[in-house]
């Protein structure tokens, strides 16, 4: 069955991401399937565009763990496997500690602020159900204790590897019935690191990404089934 996605045009973006956007959310919605071959010609005459930004999304997406090069076969949609899942969450789990931890020594008062408007945020585009807005409030939550640490390495190093937990965060944002304890963590979140508590604070952030963990092996078992 033919995919339904199209490129949207965005007068603001350069094509390349134009069309990089288009098949994550295509890869991201399961329009584009896990095991789909991505055919640059025909993914070229599907969008209406050259073969070069084709193959530069490519090449991102495959940095993204969204995309997999097979020798002598080409690129294909990226299978979500129980492995790959654990081993990004294990060492997203390691750096978000040191962040939290990091957070509670150095954050401003401006800081704690905008950890409340972006949880905010979340909880009301929570409503609207477009997945990906909602992916994207989540990261802004995350992304203030990161600058609040005040480390460009650590920065650094959770802004590399967030692209890989992104289809991770999608699964896990799908299934509804975990938004409310989203809601409730982040809250908690918010209010040991403006406390200094470390330890609460270190533990919510661990149990955050521990049903994050449980919930996305259950999809993927599921869908193996």
Known sequence: MEPNFKVNMNEYLPLRDVVFNTLRQAILRGELKPGERLMEIQL????????????????KLELEGLVLMIPRKGAEVAEITEKN????????????????????????????????????????????????????????FHDIIYM??????LILLLNNLREQMYRYRVEYLKREEAHPQLIAEHAAIIEYISKGEKKAATDVMC??????????IDVIRTKQN
């Open 85 to 140: 899942m654990r081993d990004v969450l294990e060492v997203r789990k390691a750096l978000e500690e040191l962040a939290v931890q990091l957070a509670c020594e150095k954050i401003t008062a401006e800081e704690i602020e905008e950890m409340k408007k972006a949880a905010e945020e979340f909880r009301m585009i929570l409503k609207n159900k477009d997945i990906t807005e909602i992916a994207e409030a989540d990261v802004r």
């Open 148 to 153: 609040a640490t005040d480390n460009q390495k």
């Open 44 to 59: 070229a005459n599907k969008l209406g565009v050259s073969r070069t930004p084709i193959r530069e999304a490519i090449r």
């Open 207 to 216: 149990k955050h990404i521990d049903n994050q963990v449980t919930t996305v």
